[in-house]
């Protein structure tokens, strides 16, 4: 007997590890609601227009997101109804497209709502009051233009973050490059603050470069940081 119940037990288990408090005839149903919720997802997307994922911006996320849970819960638990979340998927996509009537017709509006494009580099110098205001870490910022074939900030006229979160570069021509800080990996590990010959250096915090005359103390005339390496003028490779 007590082998009986303890295999019963096992069972129980087994059935609330899989199924949860569900019976298995709910797979069928879980079928049937993921096909049709995919169905009017699917719909709705189309809907909402044609943008690949770095294209968005994060109010457009926060929308693909909402429209992700919505359509998700109904998929998965019996006490969710399909019809609530179709009612939400409509009022979601509806105060969509009324948000993007009120962007095409006000840009204080569109502004509040995507934010706006920020420079991150200015001929070759780094915007640090700019580059504060966003999300991104200098190592981050780094790596993004070393994929862009850039191992120095004096090969960048402008470097602009878009509301998208993607980073338009725009570069000085092979003969504008001028010295910069390199970003190559381990470049920082030399910086110094005591210059003891005169010569071209960069500022390892915001990027500002010039000639220097040897100083027991660096002072960077823009960030007033006081470490430097020396600047290079290396051209970008095409």
Same mark, same amino acid.
């Given at each position: 007997?007590?082998?009986?119940?303890?295999?019963?037990?096992?069972?129980?288990?087994?059935?609330?590890?899989?199924?949860?408090?569900?019976?298995w005839r709910f797979l069928l149903q879980i079928m049937l609601r993921a096909t049709i919720m995919f169905i009017v997802v699917v719909i709705f997307m189309r809907v909402l227009g044609k943008r690949g994922v770095m294209q968005l911006s994060v109010f457009e996320l926060v929308i693909l997101l909402v429209l992700g849970s919505a359509a998700?819960?109904?998929?998965?638990?019996?006490?969710?109804?399909?019809?609530?979340?179709?009612?939400?998927l409509l009022m979601v996509v509806s105060l969509y497209r009324l948000v993007i009537y009120f962007l095409a017709k006000n840009r204080k509006f569109e502004v509040f709502i995507k934010g706006r494009p920020q420079y991150l580099i200015r001929n070759g110098v780094i915007c640090i009051e700019d580059f504060k205001k966003e999300p991104l870490a200098f190592d981050e910022f780094y790596a993004e233009l070393r994929m862009q074939n850039v191992s120095q900030l004096g090969q960048v006229k402008y470097?602009?973050?878009?509301?998208?979160?993607?980073?338009?570069? +725009? +570069? +000085?021509?092979?003969?504008?490059?001028?010295?910069?800080?390199?970003?190559?990996?381990?470049? +920082?590990?030399?910086?110094?603050?005591?210059?003891?010959?005169?010569?071209?250096?960069a500022c390892t915090y915001c990027g500002y470069t010039g000639i220097t005359e040897p100083v027991e103390t660096f002072t960077c005339p823009a960030c007033k940081q006081h470490y430097c390496i020396r600047a290079t003028n290396e051209q970008r490779a095409n």
């Open positions: 007997m007590s082998l009986f119940l303890s295999s019963m037990d096992s069972v129980a288990v087994s059935h609330s590890l899989l199924m949860g408090d569900e019976p998700g819960d109904p998929m998965l638990y019996s006490e969710v109804g399909i019809l609530p979340a179709i009612t939400v470097a602009v973050i878009e509301t998208s979160g993607e980073i338009s570069l +725009f +570069f +000085f021509t092979a003969d504008e490059v001028r010295y910069g800080l390199s970003i190559m990996p381990r470049a +920082f590990d030399s910086k110094f603050s005591k210059i003891e010959t005169s010569g071209h250096y």
